[in-house]
């Protein structure tokens, strides 16, 4: 192939990066309002197949690439050698076999970025946002608890806390624990929090 090929390609692979960008901003964004309707559902799964179609063109690219540096370096095979001349051999020689790959591969090129621009467009027709914040800063929370809230915990957290304060000969050096355990949504970490707070 020319050397020309291999930036065509390069172009659409890094066009593909930035409208992959876009698309994945607002995903997060989706996933974090936790929006569901039918024509979502119908983007996702078409997004799905243009991954699923890209993750197909870059293993060819590679295996091609591959190839082509065995073909012309047997001693290439070895897995020594540096992935960055994986993808340069495959631009070297321009032969019968090489024309064909490389115009094949620029229509599924062609086809998957306009595919993604679909996709972006679409993103726009859902008045999907992009989630520009970058990462989300979880919620701070504390081991606070409001006590006007809590009934019938009086009694047990008396008891734990005797339990914590006693001098037994269990406890090694200063300190005591004291497991809490029960079924799910009994009151067990507001026990442990209402103890906390003494």
């Given at each position: 192939?020319?050397?020309a090929?291999?930036d065509?390609f390069?172009?659409?692979?890094?066009?593909?990066?930035?409208?992959?960008r876009?698309?994945?901003a607002?995903?997060e964004?989706?996933e974090?309002?936790h929006?569901?309707?039918?024509?979502?559902?119908?983007?996702?799964?078409d997004?799905r197949?243009v991954?699923?179609?890209?993750?197909?063109?870059?293993d060819e690219?590679?295996?091609?690439?591959r190839r082509?540096q065995i073909?012309?370096?047997?001693d290439?095979?070895?897995?020594?050698c540096?992935v960055?001349?994986y993808?340069?051999?495959?631009?070297?020689?321009?032969n019968?076999?090489t024309a064909k790959?490389?115009?094949?591969m620029?229509?599924r090129?062609?086809?998957?970025?306009?595919?993604?621009?679909?996709?972006v467009a679409?993103?726009?027709?859902l008045?999907?946002?992009?989630?520009?914040r970058?990462?989300?800063?979880?919620?701070?929370t504390?081991?606070?608890?409001?006590?006007?809230?809590?009934?019938?915990?009086?009694?047990?957290?008396?008891?734990?806390l005797?339990?914590?304060m006693?001098?037994?000969?269990?406890?090694v050096g200063d300190?005591?624990?004291?497991?809490?355990?029960g079924?799910?949504?009994?009151?067990k970490?507001?026990?442990?929090?209402?103890?906390?707070?003494?």
């Amino acid at each position: 192939m020319k050397f020309a090929d291999k930036d065509k390609f390069s172009s659409y692979l890094k066009k593909w990066q930035t409208l992959l960008r876009i698309i994945n901003a607002s995903l997060e964004n989706v996933e974090e309002k936790h929006t569901s309707s039918r024509s979502l559902e119908l983007w996702l799964s078409d997004l799905r197949d243009v991954a699923y179609d890209a993750e197909d063109i870059i293993d060819e690219l590679t295996t091609e690439a591959r190839r082509r540096q065995i073909t012309e370096d047997p001693d290439a095979a070895s897995p020594t050698c540096k992935v960055g001349r994986y993808f340069s051999a495959c631009f070297l020689r321009l032969n019968p076999s090489t024309a064909k790959f490389s115009t094949k591969m620029e229509f599924r090129l062609k086809s998957l970025t306009a595919r993604l621009e679909e996709a972006v467009a679409m993103k726009d027709a859902l008045s999907l946002v992009e989630n520009d914040r970058g990462i989300r800063e979880r919620p701070r929370t504390n081991s606070l608890v409001d006590e006007s809230c809590v009934y019938g915990r009086e009694c047990d957290k008396e008891i734990v806390l005797h339990l914590l304060m006693n001098d037994s000969d269990d406890s090694v050096g200063d300190s005591s624990v004291v497991s809490i355990v029960g079924m799910a949504g009994v009151g067990k970490t507001t026990l442990a929090q209402l103890v906390y707070t003494v």
